[in-house]
C-alpha cells in the first residue's frame, strides 16, 4: 500500500474506518486460532494416543445397542461421518471392505453419525455398502465431541486394550489402514 492510498484511507468516514479494522482484526484473530489448532496436541478427552477411549455406548440405528467395553479384545475402527461429507462417502467402501476383510481377526467397524436423520444415514449406508456397520446416532454431535473429534470424517483406531493408538483427521487410505491397524492383528 503506497503513502497515498494510506492518507486517503484515513481520510475516511469513522464507520468506515471501524469496519476495515474490524475486518483485519477478524482475520489476525482467526489465522491465530487456525495456527494454534494445527500445532496444538490432541488435548481432548481420550483423544491422545495411549489413552484410554472415552466411553462409547448407546443404541444403534438397526435398534440393538452398542458398548464399547463390550468390545475389549477387538481393534476397533471408531469412524465419525455423515451423509452430508463428500469425503465420509468417500470412505465408507474403504472401511467396509478392511473390516470385513480383518473381521475374522478381531477388527469391529463402529460409526458415530453425526447430525443428520435417520433416512440420510440410511440412504447413505446403502449407497456405499455399509448396511451391516454398527452407527450410533448422535444428533447433536455430543458423543463425537466426546471423543474429541473436529469434524468430519474422523476415525480413531482402538486397540484390544481399550486405548486409542491412532486417529486420522480426514479421509483414510487403504494404505494408513493398513499401517495402523496391521500390526494391532498380529497380536
Do not use: Y
Request: hydrophobic letters at 50%.
Amino acid at each position: 500500500m503506497t503513502g497515498r492510498a494510506l492518507v486517503s484511507l484515513l481520510r475516511r468516514p469513522a464507520p468506515v474506518l471501524a469496519l476495515l479494522l474490524t475486518a483485519v482484526l477478524g482475520i489476525v484473530l482467526a489465522v491465530g486460532l487456525h495456527r494454534a489448532a494445527g500445532s496444538a496436541p490432541d488435548a481432548a478427552a481420550g483423544a491422545a494416543p495411549g489413552a484410554p477411549a472415552p466411553a462409547l455406548a448407546g443404541p444403534t440405528l438397526d435398534g440393538g445397542q452398542f458398548d464399547l467395553a463390550d468390545a475389549r479384545g477387538r481393534v476397533v475402527l471408531v469412524n465419525v461421518f455423515a451423509s452430508w461429507c463428500g469425503p465420509c462417502r468417500r470412505e465408507l467402501p474403504l472401511l467396509v471392505d478392511v473390516s470385513q476383510r480383518w473381521s475374522a481377526q478381531g477388527v469391529q467397524l463402529v460409526g458415530i453419525n453425526v447430525k443428520d436423520g435417520t433416512a440420510a444415514v440410511r440412504a447413505l449406508l446403502a449407497e456405499t455398502g455399509a448396511e451391516s456397520m454398527t452407527v450410533l446416532p448422535d444428533p447433536d454431535g455430543t458423543l463425537a465431541v466426546g471423543w474429541g473429534a473436529r469434524g468430519v470424517p474422523e476415525t480413531f483406531v482402538v486397540d484390544r486394550d481399550g486405548r486409542i493408538v491412532d486417529r486420522r483427521r480426514g479421509e483414510v487410505t487403504r494404505q494408513w489402514l493398513e499401517q495402523r491397524v496391521g500390526p494391532l492383528l498380529a497380536g
